[in-house]
């Protein structure tokens, strides 16, 4: 089984969000890069695979080279090769249309992701994919079992969860349950060696456009102080949440 | 020309938040001066509809689909209806289905969208970047356009009209996708779903303490939720996870109890209107993103708090 795990490099979850150049560009200064969580649960679930069922897994990312040591990393913890699409990610729609390239030049039977990049909050990039391929997805997935060439995924709908199985080739995006947090892997010095000799091959973007754009962004607006009540008198906190919030 | 919105329906009735992505819909429609087209799913009532501006109304009644099935046919509604706008709620059914439409109608999408556009030409939306941190104006360049609407983010708008009703055919489409099964969390509202959520951290030591959260839920009807090491140690199960990795939260009130209120968890429940928080750490830093904060022990305030509510729920009946 060959898998391709997508991998989207995003600021740490603790990053302070600031913008240069009139609010036109997000400032990275100060920010630290990590594997989208995510795409980690993803990465994490294709090396359970190789390790108990033989699966080969390839990690590919659409960025430049600023980025390379998010794949090193996806290398130290396990993946098998990675490939760089030398190329800033638009958006979206340009994302999938790469990807798909990568895909069918290198005959997969399973492609994993995040459901969503923690930056931009797209959620669209492993849709787009499924479709331009013409082949099933499932989105929101928390638990996934491969038996020959047929998969089993549980996902979230709203108000539970559902189960299906699919064929061989599968887009699965992946969310927090899909792993045991437990089972996360944090590089070792071994790993890390080994990962300098993994195969990293970096390959020109295919032409294709981007559909939207970002013009400008803005920071939500100051919030009023908190309204401190005392312990003894939660009265107060009904009486505020019906007459003040009416939200009760 | 027109705008297509999906009503998806749970057990035949169309969701708070369906009307909202419904009347969203009718705004962008009022905006560009053409007719808004609603694809109904599996309603036993369609005409409701008309409340919310629905000019036609495109009824489709079939066993449940999958992603694809509903992509397809949403897909060939909007080439025969000439959409060039397409709205969906962010929900789990319209997450996974809008990119597929968006795919097949070589259209941008945009998710998290928060208002009605800003511009028609060049098509502009303010969405959520950066898990609530930040807004982006995004211009979608595309001919048709796929919106995906934030829920909480609009309200439901009233506005009558006589609908014209056409039943439609669910489309075909190759699939291997099978549903084997469906869980639903029987007689709990889900955290998507709610106008109340009661969520609870770490500060409450262990899993059977939890039961203050149930309590305080159950008197004002909330869903629960909790913070991301509860989940992880196993006190409640992930689906009860909320923040940047967990579920979003927007709903009207959220009571965030012992929780500190970590960037990460913040991240995901900042969208929620009016936000409590109890804790015995006066510096817990929940407080700054707080509207209403009590310093004090959880294991002491939220018995009374549930204790008054509970009078207060009997006096307001
Ligand atoms: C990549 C990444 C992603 C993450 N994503 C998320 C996420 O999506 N959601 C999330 O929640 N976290 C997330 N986190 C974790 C986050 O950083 C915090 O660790 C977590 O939110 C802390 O949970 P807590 O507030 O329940 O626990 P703590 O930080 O331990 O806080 C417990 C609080 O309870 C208070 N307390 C103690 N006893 C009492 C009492 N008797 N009565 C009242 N108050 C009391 C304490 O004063 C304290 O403020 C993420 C972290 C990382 C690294
Ligand atoms: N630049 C990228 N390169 C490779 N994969 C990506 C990239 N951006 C997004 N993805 C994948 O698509 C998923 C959803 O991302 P998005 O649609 O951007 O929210 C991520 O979790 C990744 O698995």
Redesign the pocket.
């Known amino acids: 089984m060959k898998i391709l795990v997508c991998i989207s490099h995003v600021p740490d ?2 990053s302070k969000i600031n913008f240069n150049n009139e609010l036109t560009e997000f400032d990275t200064n100060g920010v630290q890069f990590v594997i989208n ?1 995510y795409d980690e649960f993803a990465l994490t679930r294709a090396i359970w695979f190789q390790e108990k069922q033989g699966a080969k897994v390839t990690v590919v990312h659409v960025g430049d080279a600023s980025t390379e040591p998010t794949l090193r990393k996806c290398l130290a913890i396990g993946a098998d090769d990675a490939i760089r699409i030398d190329a800033v990610p638009t958006d979206g729609f340009f994302v999938a249309q790469q990807l798909a390239e990568i895909y069918k030049q290198g005959e997969y039977d399973l492609i994993l992701t995040g459901k969503e990049s923690i930056d931009y909050n797209g959620a669209m990039v492993p849709g787009l994919l499924a479709s331009f391929l013409d082949i099933d997805f499932v989105n929101a997935c928390i638990s996934l079992e491969i038996d020959g060439t047929t998969a089993t995924a549980e996902t979230e709908i709203d108000g539970g969860t559902e189960t299906f199985t699919a064929n061989l080739p599968l887009v699965v995006a992946g969310q927090k349950g899909l792993v045991e947090e437990k089972d996360l892997k944090i590089p070792n010095m071994r790993g890390i060696m080994m990962a300098r000799k993994k195969p990293l091959s970096i390959v020109a973007p295919v032409e294709a456009t981007a559909v939207t754009e970002i013009e400008r962004f803005e920071k939500p607006a100051q919030k009023a102080a908190c309204k401190m009540i005392d312990a003894n008198d939660v009265d107060q906190l009904i009486e505020l949440l019906h007459n003040e919030a009416k939200v009760i | 020309m027109s705008v297509l919105v999906f009503a998806d329906t749970s057990e035949g009735i169309y969701k708070k938040s369906t009307l909202e992505t419904v009347s969203y819909a009718k705004a962008i429609s009022d905006l560009l001066g053409s007719e808004l087209v609603a694809v109904s799913m599996n309603a036993t009532d369609n005409t409701a509809l008309q409340n919310y501006g629905a000019n036609q109304i495109v009824n489709v009644q079939s066993a449940s689909l999958n992603n694809k099935q509903y992509a397809a046919t949403l897909t060939q509604i909007a080439k025969e209806k000439n959409s060039t706008v397409v709205v969906l709620g962010n929900n789990a059914i319209g997450n996974s289905v809008a990119p597929l439409i968006a795919a097949q109608l070589k259209a941008g999408y945009t998710s998290n969208v928060v208002a009605v556009p800003i511009n028609t030409a060049p098509f502009t939306v303010v969405r959520k970047n950066f898990s609530g941190k930040a807004f982006g104006q995004t211009q979608i360049l595309s001919e048709v356009k796929v919106i995906g609407l934030a829920k909480n983010s609009f309200g439901i708008v009233e506005k009558p009209t006589t609908a014209t009703v056409t039943d439609f055919q669910a489309t075909e489409t190759n699939t291997t996708l099978a549903s084997v099964s469906v869980d639903k969390n029987s007689g709990k509202i889900a955290i998507a779903d709610a106008d109340i959520v009661v969520s609870g ?5 262990e899993a059977s303490n939890f039961s203050l959260i149930e309590d305080l839920a159950e008197v004002l009807g909330a869903a629960t939720a909790c ?4 989940s992880d140690m196993g006190w409640r199960p992930h689906s009860e ?6 579920k979003p939260v927007a709903a009207n009130l959220y009571i965030a ?9 913040l991240a ?1 429940v900042n969208a929620s209107k009016t936000k409590v928080v ?4 006066p510096e ?1 830093p ?1 407080f700054k993103a707080a509207d209403y904060g009590i310093v ?4 002491e305030v939220v018995p009374k708090l549930i204790e008054k509510l509970k009078a207060f729920k009997a006096e307001n009946a």
Do not use: W
């Open positions: 979850t603790t969580p | 951290g770490r500060g409450l030591k913070s991301k090491p509860v996870h909320v923040g940047q990795t967990g109890v012992a929780i500190s209120g970590a960037i990460q968890h995901g109890i804790n015995t750490d817990a929940f004090g022990d959880a294991f």
